[in-house]
């Protein structure tokens, strides 16, 4: 009777074990909206004391980490998965010479539009011309900015405090 027991516990942890390494090999569980930053810091060794610009929607996180003086600098994105998973799994990050100087767009072709600056063009104002709806957002000109739209948001104008229009240097990338 013993004996039983003891075949039978044994039994069901090899069988969780499997169905843990299965969940775990597949891609299933991503990272949690609320550890997103701190798994960015951790797995790209970004300095605690870097500030972060970030936005995040249902299918992209973005986030800008920069120093001080805004000299140094890196970005990560994550998107969530279509069909069974829970949360966000990286997609890519580092440098990009565009962030530093102008704002970068990256495009994920079913998933969003995410902007990336450490705003040294001023930007202050990003217009959305979408079919049915515009939409303005307000920026703070003298702070790093990260913003996420939807894939269908229209046509994106930013304007700096002169009321000039500045480039949006964009990327497209298949989710």
Request: charged fraction near 25%.
């Amino acid at each position: 009777m013993k004996l039983e027991k003891i075949t039978m516990l044994f039994g069901a942890v090899i069988i969780l074990l499997l169905a843990f390494l299965i969940v775990w090999k597949a891609d299933i569980v991503g990272v949690s909206g609320g550890r997103l930053e701190q798994d960015a810091r951790e797995s790209q060794n970004i300095n605690g004391d870097w500030e972060v610009a970030k936005a995040i929607n249902d299918d992209i996180c973005a986030m800008l980490f920069f120093d001080e003086e805004k000299e140094n600098y890196t970005y990560t994105i994550y998107l969530s998965k279509n069909g069974f998973s829970y949360g966000y799994f990286f997609r890519q990050g580092g440098q990009d010479a565009y962030m530093k100087d102008g704002v970068k767009g990256v495009v994920f072709e079913d998933k969003g539009i995410a902007l990336l600056s450490l705003n040294q063009e001023g930007v202050c104002k990003v217009e959305v011309e979408g079919e049915t709806k515009n939409q303005t957002i307000q920026v703070d000109p003298d702070k790093p900015f990260v913003l996420v739209l939807p894939i269908d948001c229209g046509e994106i104008t930013m304007y700096d405090a002169r009321e000039q229009i500045v480039t949006l240097y964009d990327t497209f990338t298949g989710a």
